[in-house]
T-cell receptor, first 113, second 113 residues
């Protein structure tokens, strides 16, 4: 039972390159989320998927796209990376119900040069 | 005003003391509140959740919620060096928010022997 997994753990990109961050969960949760964490700024929501087949923008969606491939997988794509996207990216999942906690993956540390 | 604001740190307490972490929020419709602990280089992990006014205790941790005054706090009794981490306050607006969490910027706690 792996919980929430993210790949890769680390990545270095050059400005303008593209990449996809992968997130998978085996917890059978309906909702999945992508956050970024910058020093001193807590976590900010990029995109979320309330259920399979739906996605919606969060607080900071510019420069990103997402795909909810199936119930287990939720990917985040950077089409043309910029230095401002240097951050730690966390995927999280949550079972249905407002009062339930979110479970976080281990994170991906991305540096854009 | 930020949606979720935590007391500025870093906070330093001696081993065995009580650490007090505070969080204020602006959205009166917020329904559920969470405290996450994040060790350096790791992902956030839930330590407390609270939904009703009053106190909720779990071992050395006590969460306090006052919806009228729009604050939530976390007390850590008998603080240990292993409690040294960043503590993140988060809230869920409920309703159609699809479980989205809004995070504070975090408070760094250091417990010194």
């Amino acid at each position: 039972n792996a919980g929430v997994t993210q790949t890769p753990k680390f990545q270095v990109l050059k400005t303008g390159q593209s990449m996809t961050l992968q997130c998978a969960q085996d917890m059978n949760h309906n909702s999945m989320y992508w956050y970024r964490q910058d020093p001193g700024m807590g976590l900010r929501l990029i995109y979320y998927s309330a259920s399979e087949g739906t996605t919606d923008k969060g607080e900071v969606p510019n420069g990103y796209n997402v795909s909810r491939l199936n119930k287990r997988e939720f990917s985040l794509r950077l089409e043309s990376a910029a230095p401002s996207q240097t951050s730690v990216y966390f995927c999280a999942t949550k079972p249905t119900g407002s009062y339930n906690e979110q479970f976080f993956g281990p994170g991906t540390r991305l540096t854009v040069l | 005003q930020k949606e979720v604001e935590q007391n500025s740190g870093p906070l330093s307490v001696p081993e065995g003391a009580i650490a007090s972490l505070n969080c204020t929020y602006s959205d009166r419709g917020s329904q559920s509140f969470f405290w996450y602990r994040q060790y350096s280089g790791k992902s956030p992990e839930l330590i407390m959740s609270i939904y009703s006014n009053g106190d909720k205790e779990d071992g050395r941790f006590t969460a306090q919620l006052n919806k009228a005054s729009q604050y939530v706090s976390l007390l850590i009794r008998d603080s240990q060096p292993s409690d040294s981490a960043t503590y993140l306050c988060a809230l869920n607006a409920g309703g159609t928010s699809y479980g989205k969490l809004t995070f504070g910027q975090g408070t760094i706690l250091t417990v010194h022997p």
